[in-house]
């Protein structure tokens, strides 16, 4: 309940706080109040998505983070006294690798370069994962939410749903020929 007045209506936001609650709920089936939650509570919830859902680090720290969040909104809004947050003292570990490894240049040459014509969704991808490393590496959801409007004079211009911020990029002629075959 305490979640649903905190909604953002970013759709990532949502996703994530969803994500979380998934896991949760089948980690403490039923009512789960603020007062349950202490250092051992998220101990053993970090070992149960290791062990029982073979979650990765990352994924397990993401969803720590998140319940952090709404730990700090429970204490600004006063639903909980500072002293009632665990993650006071309690360490989030995002380590690992996250497979996310870099292409190199002739990698990304042969990938620009590889006939995909006739495959749909295949070349729609690659060139989406083209145009997002062509400017500068826009975030997957910022990508997804970018409208015709928003390249004008050989220029992106958006505001990042993460942090709100507005970009304003100059669109090189790679990434032109890519926004023009999507128009």
């Known amino acids: 309940e305490y979640l649903k007045r ?3 209506g970013h759709f990532w936001d949502s996703r994530n706080i969803r994500a979380m609650l998934k896991e949760l709920r089948k980690f403490h089936p039923g009512e789960l109040y603020f007062e349950q939650v202490n250092h051992r509570f998220l101990r053993s919830f970090e070992a149960w998505c290791k062990k029982k859902l073979g979650n990765a680090q990352s994924t397990i720290g993401k969803n720590l983070q998140v319940m952090g969040r709404i ?8 639903v909980i006294p500072p002293a009632m947050d665990p993650f006071r003292y309690f360490k989030i570990s995002i380590e690992g690798k996250s497979g996310n490894d870099r292409l190199s240049p002739e990698e990304m040459r042969k990938l620009h370069e590889l006939d995909l014509s006739g495959m749909g969704s295949f070349a729609r991808t690659r060139d989406a994962f083209l145009f997002s490393f062509l400017v500068g590496g826009i975030r997957f959801g910022d990508l997804c939410m970018l409208r015709v409007r928003d390249v004008q004079r050989g220029r992106l211009k ?3 749903m993460k942090t709100g911020k507005e970009m304003d990029i100059l669109i090189t002629e790679p990434a032109q020929k890519i926004a023009d075959l999507y128009r």
């Open 71 to 78: 730990f700090k909104l429970a204490v600004i809004d006063d």
């Open 6 to 8: 905190h909604e953002t």
């Open 158 to 160: 958006y505001e990042m």
